[in-house]
């Protein structure tokens, strides 16, 4: 703004700036950023008094391109990444994250902008569709910690919902809440002054030595499944060369199937899984049978029931509409013989003695 607006956008505080852009950008017309910074670029000029163009207001948005990181960002990133996964969540378009992202020295393992969720924060639906794309990586709700500047778009929606949060006062020695609109001050579970403060705290309580393995994070709900089953075997870290005939990669219904059945034919599988066995969705879906099982009992009979019970290996075929209902239900994710019908616990305890007949390693 300075740059192109010379002699008018000197006499102008930061403060005016940035109060008139807060004006610009909270119109119920805004678009999204940072293409939208064009449209801002012609308001604010009107109300600043500062010469206007369309090249003016296209290159505050292209300005993006060259926006420069804090100086305790890119250092601080890269220790924080030697302990969790990182996750970029921004109201911004991809292409502009995408330029940030490099002048950050590409610190993101996943990435979540406006462009992929279609709405912007504070709106919940942000953050219900990045949870949904961090549960296809086996992270869980208590596993996230939101760590964000912003208590308009991040921190106050962030406690809401329930998260452990993490607030960067980067304003904190400035009065107002610069660009963004201002909020109520939620207090998070973490307050820190900058990126750099928080890396230091998680160093002093993780160590600074790289513990990379550890982002592979532990289960965090213990669903019936993972409670009754007999224990895991160990997983050995896969290091140097192997031999296989067929490499599996993930340890969960799928998987573990495949590998099983695999073995089963006399060829030789590798497994291999970041986390343990049945980490994700696998081993916490709580399964739906069970909560209507007396209402199949009276329609099947008990011997179905009993079949449920039943050793694997002896289990009989067993018809009627459950069993017609297993072979979709189990669709795609390593199922019995179709019109056996289908049961987690059973068919989780089969694919556990995979251990017996693959090498079980961790990628």
Request: aromatic share 8%.
């Amino acid at each position: 703004m300075r740059k192109v607006g010379g002699a008018a956008a000197n006499a102008c505080s930061d403060d005016d700036i940035l109060k008139a852009y807060r004006v610009t950008r909270a119109a119920t017309d805004s678009g999204w950023w940072p293409d939208d910074l064009e449209r801002c670029y012609h308001l604010m000029a009107a109300e600043l008094k500062l010469p206007d163009s369309a090249e003016f207001a296209r290159g505050l948005a292209l300005s993006v391109e060259q926006f420069p990181a804090f100086p305790d960002s890119v250092e601080a990133l890269k220790r924080l990444r030697k302990h969790f996964k990182l996750v970029a969540t921004t109201n911004s378009r991809i292409w502009a994250l995408n330029h940030m992202a490099r002048t950050l020295d590409e610190p993101f393992d996943v990435r979540v902008t406006v462009d992929d969720v279609r709405f912007e924060k504070p709106d919940p639906r942000f953050f219900a569709y990045t949870r949904g794309v961090l549960a296809t990586q086996g992270i869980v709700f208590e596993q996230i910690l939101h760590v964000a500047q912003s208590q308009y778009h991040d921190i106050g929606v962030a406690m809401g919902l329930g998260y452990q949060t993490c607030w960067i006062e980067r304003r904190h020695n400035q009065k107002g809440s610069g660009g963004t609109l201002e909020s109520e001050h939620t207090k998070p579970h973490y307050h820190f002054t900058s990126l750099a403060q928080l890396a230091d705290a998680v160093d002093a309580e993780l160590g600074r030595r790289s513990v990379y393995p550890a982002r592979r994070l532990p289960m965090a709900v213990n669903s019936l499944w993972a409670a009754t089953a007999q224990p895991a075997p160990p997983l050995v870290p896969l290091s140097g060369e192997r031999q296989c005939d067929v490499v599996i990669i993930g340890a969960g219904y799928t998987g573990l199937s495949a590998a099983w059945h695999i073995a089963q034919s006399g060829r030789e599988p590798l497994l291999l899984e970041a986390n343990g066995l049945a980490f994700g969705a696998s081993g916490r879906n709580g399964g739906g049978l069970a909560q209507v099982s007396h209402r199949v009992c009276c329609r099947h009979g008990t011997p179905w029931a009993r079949c449920r019970a039943a050793p694997v290996p002896h289990r009989p075929r067993c018809g009627g509409r459950l069993g017609r209902a297993g072979r979709s239900v189990a669709a795609g994710r390593g199922a019995p013989a179709a019109g056996r019908p289908y049961c987690r616990r059973s068919h989780a305890a089969r694919a556990g003695r995979v251990a017996g007949h693959c090498r079980l390693g961790e990628a």
